[in-house]
């Protein structure tokens, strides 16, 4: 069984910084793309940041500049830095994986989720 577990949420003043990371345990795995969405109360989940297997990184308008995903492939782990934080990004983030697990004799592939970390940024 493969998870995902994420850590580095908190509490922080506007223009602070965080770290969040998000590292999948398991066996017999292998990780395509990986991302950050977010969910602020009342709203839809939404796609923060994502990068491929070989780097390539995607954000959304209201991140670029601000935000860095990037990724260990060798810990199967996604970090996401936020710098200069305002108060609309206070949020429930989630980390997400696009897995292929191998099993004896077949395999296939799911989107899975970690269990959400709070940022809160306040004024």
């Known amino acids: 069984q493969v998870q995902l577990v994420e850590s580095g949420g908190g509490l922080v003043q506007a223009g602070g910084s965080l770290r969040l990371s998000c590292a999948a345990s398991g066996s017999n795995f292998r990780i395509n793309t990986m991302g950050w969405y977010r969910q602020a109360p009342g709203k839809q989940r939404d796609l923060v940041a994502s990068i491929t297997s070989d780097g390539s990184t995607n954000y959304t308008d209201s991140v670029k500049g601000r935000f860095t995903i990037s990724r260990d492939n060798a810990r199967n782990t996604v970090y996401l830095q936020m710098s200069s934080l305002k108060p609309e990004d206070t949020a429930v983030y989630y980390c997400?994986?696009?897995?292929?697990?191998?099993?004896?004799?077949?395999?296939?592939?799911?989107?899975?989720w970690g269990q959400g970390t709070q940022v809160t940024v306040s004024a």
């Open positions: 997400n994986a696009g897995i292929i697990v191998y099993r004896e004799t077949f395999s296939y592939s799911s989107a899975y």
